[in-house]
Antibody
Framework: QVQLVESGGGLVKPGGSLRLSCGASGFTFRDFYMSWVRQAPGKGLEYVSFISGSGTSIYYADSVKGRFTISRDNAKNSLYLEMNSLRAEDTAVYYC?????WGQGTLVTVSS | DVVMTQTPLSLSVTPGQPASISCKSSQSLLHSDGKTYLFWYLQKAGQSPQLLIHEVSRRFSGVPDRFSGSGSGTDFTLKISRVEAEDVGVYYCMQTIQLPHTFGQGTRLEIK
């Protein structure tokens, strides 16, 4: 069955960095574009970043552009989100998704 | 960006009664490939969103047939024919015709 499993979240100070990972199984990973979506505590869903199946097409929300980097390794069936210069407003649960399936999410807390 | 507007934002329904949620997009979600890229998700408490309906009206694998989707262009509706206790949560519509993918604000369904 399809599984998306995020990891790498945690508590980080403002200005710090984190690298999120998303391991995929149960489907042909390279055939699907992937996205990161976040949800601040008690809030709705916010689209963060997109990467095409080949990795050649990438999109970032304005709120993270220049600070976050999305990448994928199709040989390892893995998706990544490198997050730098983190701010308090980046605090959220981060989900990886391929539209049809979502991971369980990983919590990122930015606080001093 | 495509703006997605859901109504109502909350819904209280007696078990066995129907429920309906509207989602309107600021531009047509009909692609030149003939598909309409409108999705419906349910996010239960403490869980990640789960896909109910894709491409307006196609029920995803394992979704009960009491859930149905309809609409075209910019106006869409999710209907639950007979609400059950397990349907409690927040419902989101999402469009994927254009980046960034965007979500409605969410509709919270509770049981009376």
């Amino acid at each position: 069955q399809v599984q998306l499993v995020e990891s790498g979240g945690g508590l980080v100070k403002p200005g710090g960095s984190l690298r999120l990972s998303c391991g995929a199984s149960g489907f042909t990973f390279r055939d699907f574009y992937m996205s990161w979506v976040r949800q601040a505590p008690g809030k709705g869903l916010e689209y963060v970043s997109f990467i095409s199946g080949s990795g050649t097409s990438i999109y970032y929300a304005d709120s993270v552009k220049g600070r976050f980097t999305i990448s994928r390794d199709n040989a390892k069936n893995s998706l990544y989100l490198e997050m730098n210069s983190l701010r308090a407003e980046d605090t959220a649960v981060y989900y990886c998704e391929n539209v049809y399936y979502w991971g369980q999410g990983t919590l990122v807390t930015v606080s001093s | 960006d495509v703006v997605m507007t859901q109504t109502p934002l909350s819904l209280s329904v007696t078990p066995g009664q129907p429920a309906s949620i509207s989602c309107k997009s600021s531009q047509s979600l009909l692609h030149s490939d003939g598909k309409t890229y409108l999705f419906w998700y349910l996010q239960k408490a403490g869980q990640s969103p789960q896909l109910l309906i894709h491409e307006v009206s196609r029920r995803f694998s394992g979704v009960p047939d009491r859930f149905s989707g309809s609409g075209s262009g910019t106006d869409f509706t999710l209907k639950i024919s007979r609400v059950e206790a397990e349907d409690v949560g927040v419902y989101y519509c999402m469009q994927t015709i254009q980046l960034p993918h965007t979500f409605g604000q969410g509709t919270r369904l509770e049981i009376k």
